[in-house]
């Protein structure tokens, strides 16, 4: 089973709920990394994302761990 992100944090990292996200620009990114930062802190959301994510991603326990879920879905 893959894990869904990692939870322990690098040494230096900024968490992602502590992130500003500008609003101030044309570009469609900032509504995009907002929704993602949104799931990413949002415990219900990020469950049912998630429970889609793994019915959807084949797993075997053969082989060396592959992309977390967060990073199949970013």
Request: no cysteine.
């Amino acid at each position: 089973m893959r894990k869904r992100f990692e939870i322990q944090l690098e040494i230096g990292a900024t968490p992602i709920k502590e992130i500003e996200i500008t609003k101030r620009s044309r570009d469609e990114l900032p509504p995009l990394l907002e929704a993602l930062q949104y799931i990413y802190i949002t415990s219900e959301i990020n469950e049912k994302v998630f429970n889609v994510i793994e019915k959807r991603v084949r797993t075997t326990k053969e082989g060396r761990p592959g992309l977390s879920l967060w990073e199949i879905l970013v």
